[in-house]
């Protein structure tokens, strides 16, 4: 992060219906084979730094799972609840063509798995492949309950570069020395923010640099090979690798508040591809990767044989150890090294850029500080600025979680759960990034709403996101349900069109997007997923818990209302309440959301 403050997770909600064919929109596939898992919500004792605690796993595993899929493949995942937390999953980037009810935000497109029930997840991966991973959805069960999720080409279609000798899973998270869900409830009892993780940590693994985490003396012979004691460390990741071959490292970042950089020591990292999009290559020496986010990176095993580290890093910077040559990450402020790789990436299949906008949106992220109300305000109010309560907000506008699940709520057209006055643009315009206080005479404090904006099926959608500094600049990650989209630009300060240089031959293809420190991001994408989408406008990874979401309703360009029974996508929403619905109905009406008339 930027700054000790992290801002608060937002969403889009979208509401979208089926009309005619617009602008090309393609046709999808109905399926290949079909994958079947089960997953068991348990939890699990581990220990780790000096100490041990109950964590919640799935099938009592740290990371859980990996999901192995191809391209078209359908999947079937069979969740119990076997703790006393609600639960959900959500397949973090799957579009969930016409599967809305199982992308897995709870109280957005289903009510929590609760102790003791079993849902099922049923979607096709269509057109997509590449690297991509579950987490919980359901309050900071993600910070333990999440796993990779790879979906490998149809049989026979190679990789746009050189084939590796091997693949290898690199899921970077956070960990707590705290119950994360105790954490999370006094981070919203106390109004102030999170605390940064107790260690980062590479597959579960905090590595050699954290106490406990490497404790072992081996004594060897004095031999040519073994001369002394080699420290071997019980709680670190490694990869032996063979001299000469080249690896593809799908790397994941599945923490919950922290970007992080990812380095090896003496090694040139080949970005492949982004958001689980082939790119054209790009080497480089280090990469960072917001919450969310994945990247495959190329490794070839061309220096002496030794022990290198690899190096996570959350804005702070690698500590070197004894038992490898060090990676040497960015300071822990480095923007220019994020600035560098976004500049140069490319997408490699980028013929649907949309080069015509129907709809121009400019949405500001922040984070704000709401006078406080609590009868404890010492203890309660501990946001900055002279006190109050964290909210992040987005156009100024903070999300309320709904206690029904809103796809529900569309679905059986019970009133009241939203409204469809959500801006396409900032309600007071000032200077974002530099000139954002949480007093007079610029109010900025953020309003409380369930908002949507309505847009038609088939808008070609330009969306402008601004950082802002309302209590201080930082970088959001921004993750669209249900779609990828087009980063065609990228800048620091203010949004200025005039001179913002935009890219439309080859921009990557993402589906989140960590917008800068103080500064914007520019994303394109076709409105052509049916249903309600989670076009999110906000931080995908629960960034704070507090309130704070945009949402969006899709029309039909007709006017008419078709799409209830074709509902399909999804949102993000924060906090911890239990919805009120009963989360059987999606069950009982799933099939009414997968087929086109």
């Not at 956070?174 to 605390?195: F, H, M, N, R």
């Not at 910077?317 to 090294?337: C, E, H, K, Q, Y």
């Not at 049916?530 to 309130?547: F, M």
């Amino acid at each position: 992060m930027a700054t000790t403050i992290t801002a608060l997770v937002c969403a889009l909600l979208s509401l979208l219906s089926i009309s005619h064919s617009v602008h090309g929109i393609k046709r999808w596939p109905g399926g290949g084979s079909t994958r079947f898992y089960d997953f068991k919500v348990q939890t699990k004792r581990v220990t780790k730094l000096c100490s041990s605690r109950e964590i919640v796993t799935i099938n009592e595993m740290y990371p859980g799972p990996v999901v192995y899929a191809q391209e078209d493949d359908r999947v079937i995942v069979r969740v119990t609840n076997l703790t006393p937390h609600n639960a959900t999953i959500h397949w973090h980037g799957v579009r969930q063509r016409l599967s809305c009810w199982f992308d897995g935000p709870s109280c957005v497109t289903q009510c929590p798995i609760q102790a003791g029930q079993t849902f099922s997840y049923e979607f096709t991966l269509v057109q997509q492949k590449g690297t991509f991973f579950w987490h919980a959805h359901f309050s900071w069960l993600r910070a333990t309950v999440y796993g990779a999720f790879i979906v490998y080409p149809k049989p026979g279609v190679p990789y746009p570069f050189p084939y590796p000798y091997e693949e290898h899973i690199i899921i970077l998270g956070e960990y707590w020395l705290k119950d994360a869900l105790k954490l999370e409830q006094s981070v919203l009892a106390s109004g102030g923010g999170a605390p940064k993780a107790d260690a980062y940590t590479i597959n579960g693994h905090p590595g050699p640099n954290y106490n406990c985490s490497a404790n072992d003396v081996v004594k060897g012979k004095r031999s040519r090979k073994l001369s002394r004691n080699v420290v071997v460390s019980t709680d670190v990741y490694r990869i032996n690798v063979v001299p000469g071959k080249t690896y593809l490292l799908r790397l994941i970042n599945a923490g919950l508040n922290t970007e992080n950089f990812f380095a090896i020591a003496n090694h040139k990292l080949t970005i492949v591809e982004a958001d689980a999009e082939y790119t054209k290559a790009l080497p480089t020496d280090k990469v960072m990767l917001g919450p969310g986010q994945t990247l495959n990176v190329l490794v070839t095993a061309n220096q002496p044989i030794s022990r290198y580290s690899m190096a996570v890093g959350a804005y702070l910077g690698a500590t070197p150890n004894s038992i490898s040559l060090p990676a040497m990450l960015p300071r822990f402020n480095d923007n220019l090294v994020v600035k560098t790789v976004m500049d140069g990436l490319r997408g490699l299949n980028t013929s649907d850029v949309p080069k015509v906008i129907d709809k121009n949106l400019f949405v500001t992220i922040g984070v704000n500080v709401q006078k406080c109300s609590r009868k404890n305000p010492k203890k309660n109010c501990q946001g900055t600025n002279g006190g109050g309560v964290f909210a992040a907000s987005m156009n100024n506008i903070s999300f309320i979680r709904p206690n029904v699940s809103l796809l529900e709520a569309y679905y059986r057209d019970r009133a009241g759960y939203f409204t469809d006055d959500f801006p396409g643009a900032p309600l007071k315009l000032y200077d974002f990034v530099n000139g954002a206080p949480n007093n007079a005479p610029i109010d900025t404090n953020s309003m409380n709403g369930t908002r949507v904006f309505v847009l038609e099926y088939g808008t070609r959608v330009q969306l402008i996101l601004q950082d802002t500094g309302t209590v201080s600049t930082e970088n959001h990650p921004i993750h669209l349900h249900g779609y990828s989209f087009y980063v065609v630009g990228y800048g620091t300060g203010n949004y200025n069109p005039d001179t913002a240089n935009f890219n439309l031959v080859d921009p990557p293809y993402m589906n989140t997007i960590g917008v800068p420190v103080g500064g914007w991001a520019a994303i394109r994408f076709t409105a052509d997923n049916p249903g309600i989408i989670g076009s999110g406008l906000c931080t995908a990874i629960w960034r704070y818990i507090y309130h704070g979401v945009c949402l969006w309703r899709l029309s039909s360009r007709t006017g008419k209302d078709h799409s209830r029974p074709f509902l399909t996508h999804q949102l993000i929403t924060l906090g911890v309440r239990s919805c009120a619905c009963m989360w059987w109905i999606n069950k009982n009406h799933q099939e009414d959301f997968r087929y086109f008339p």
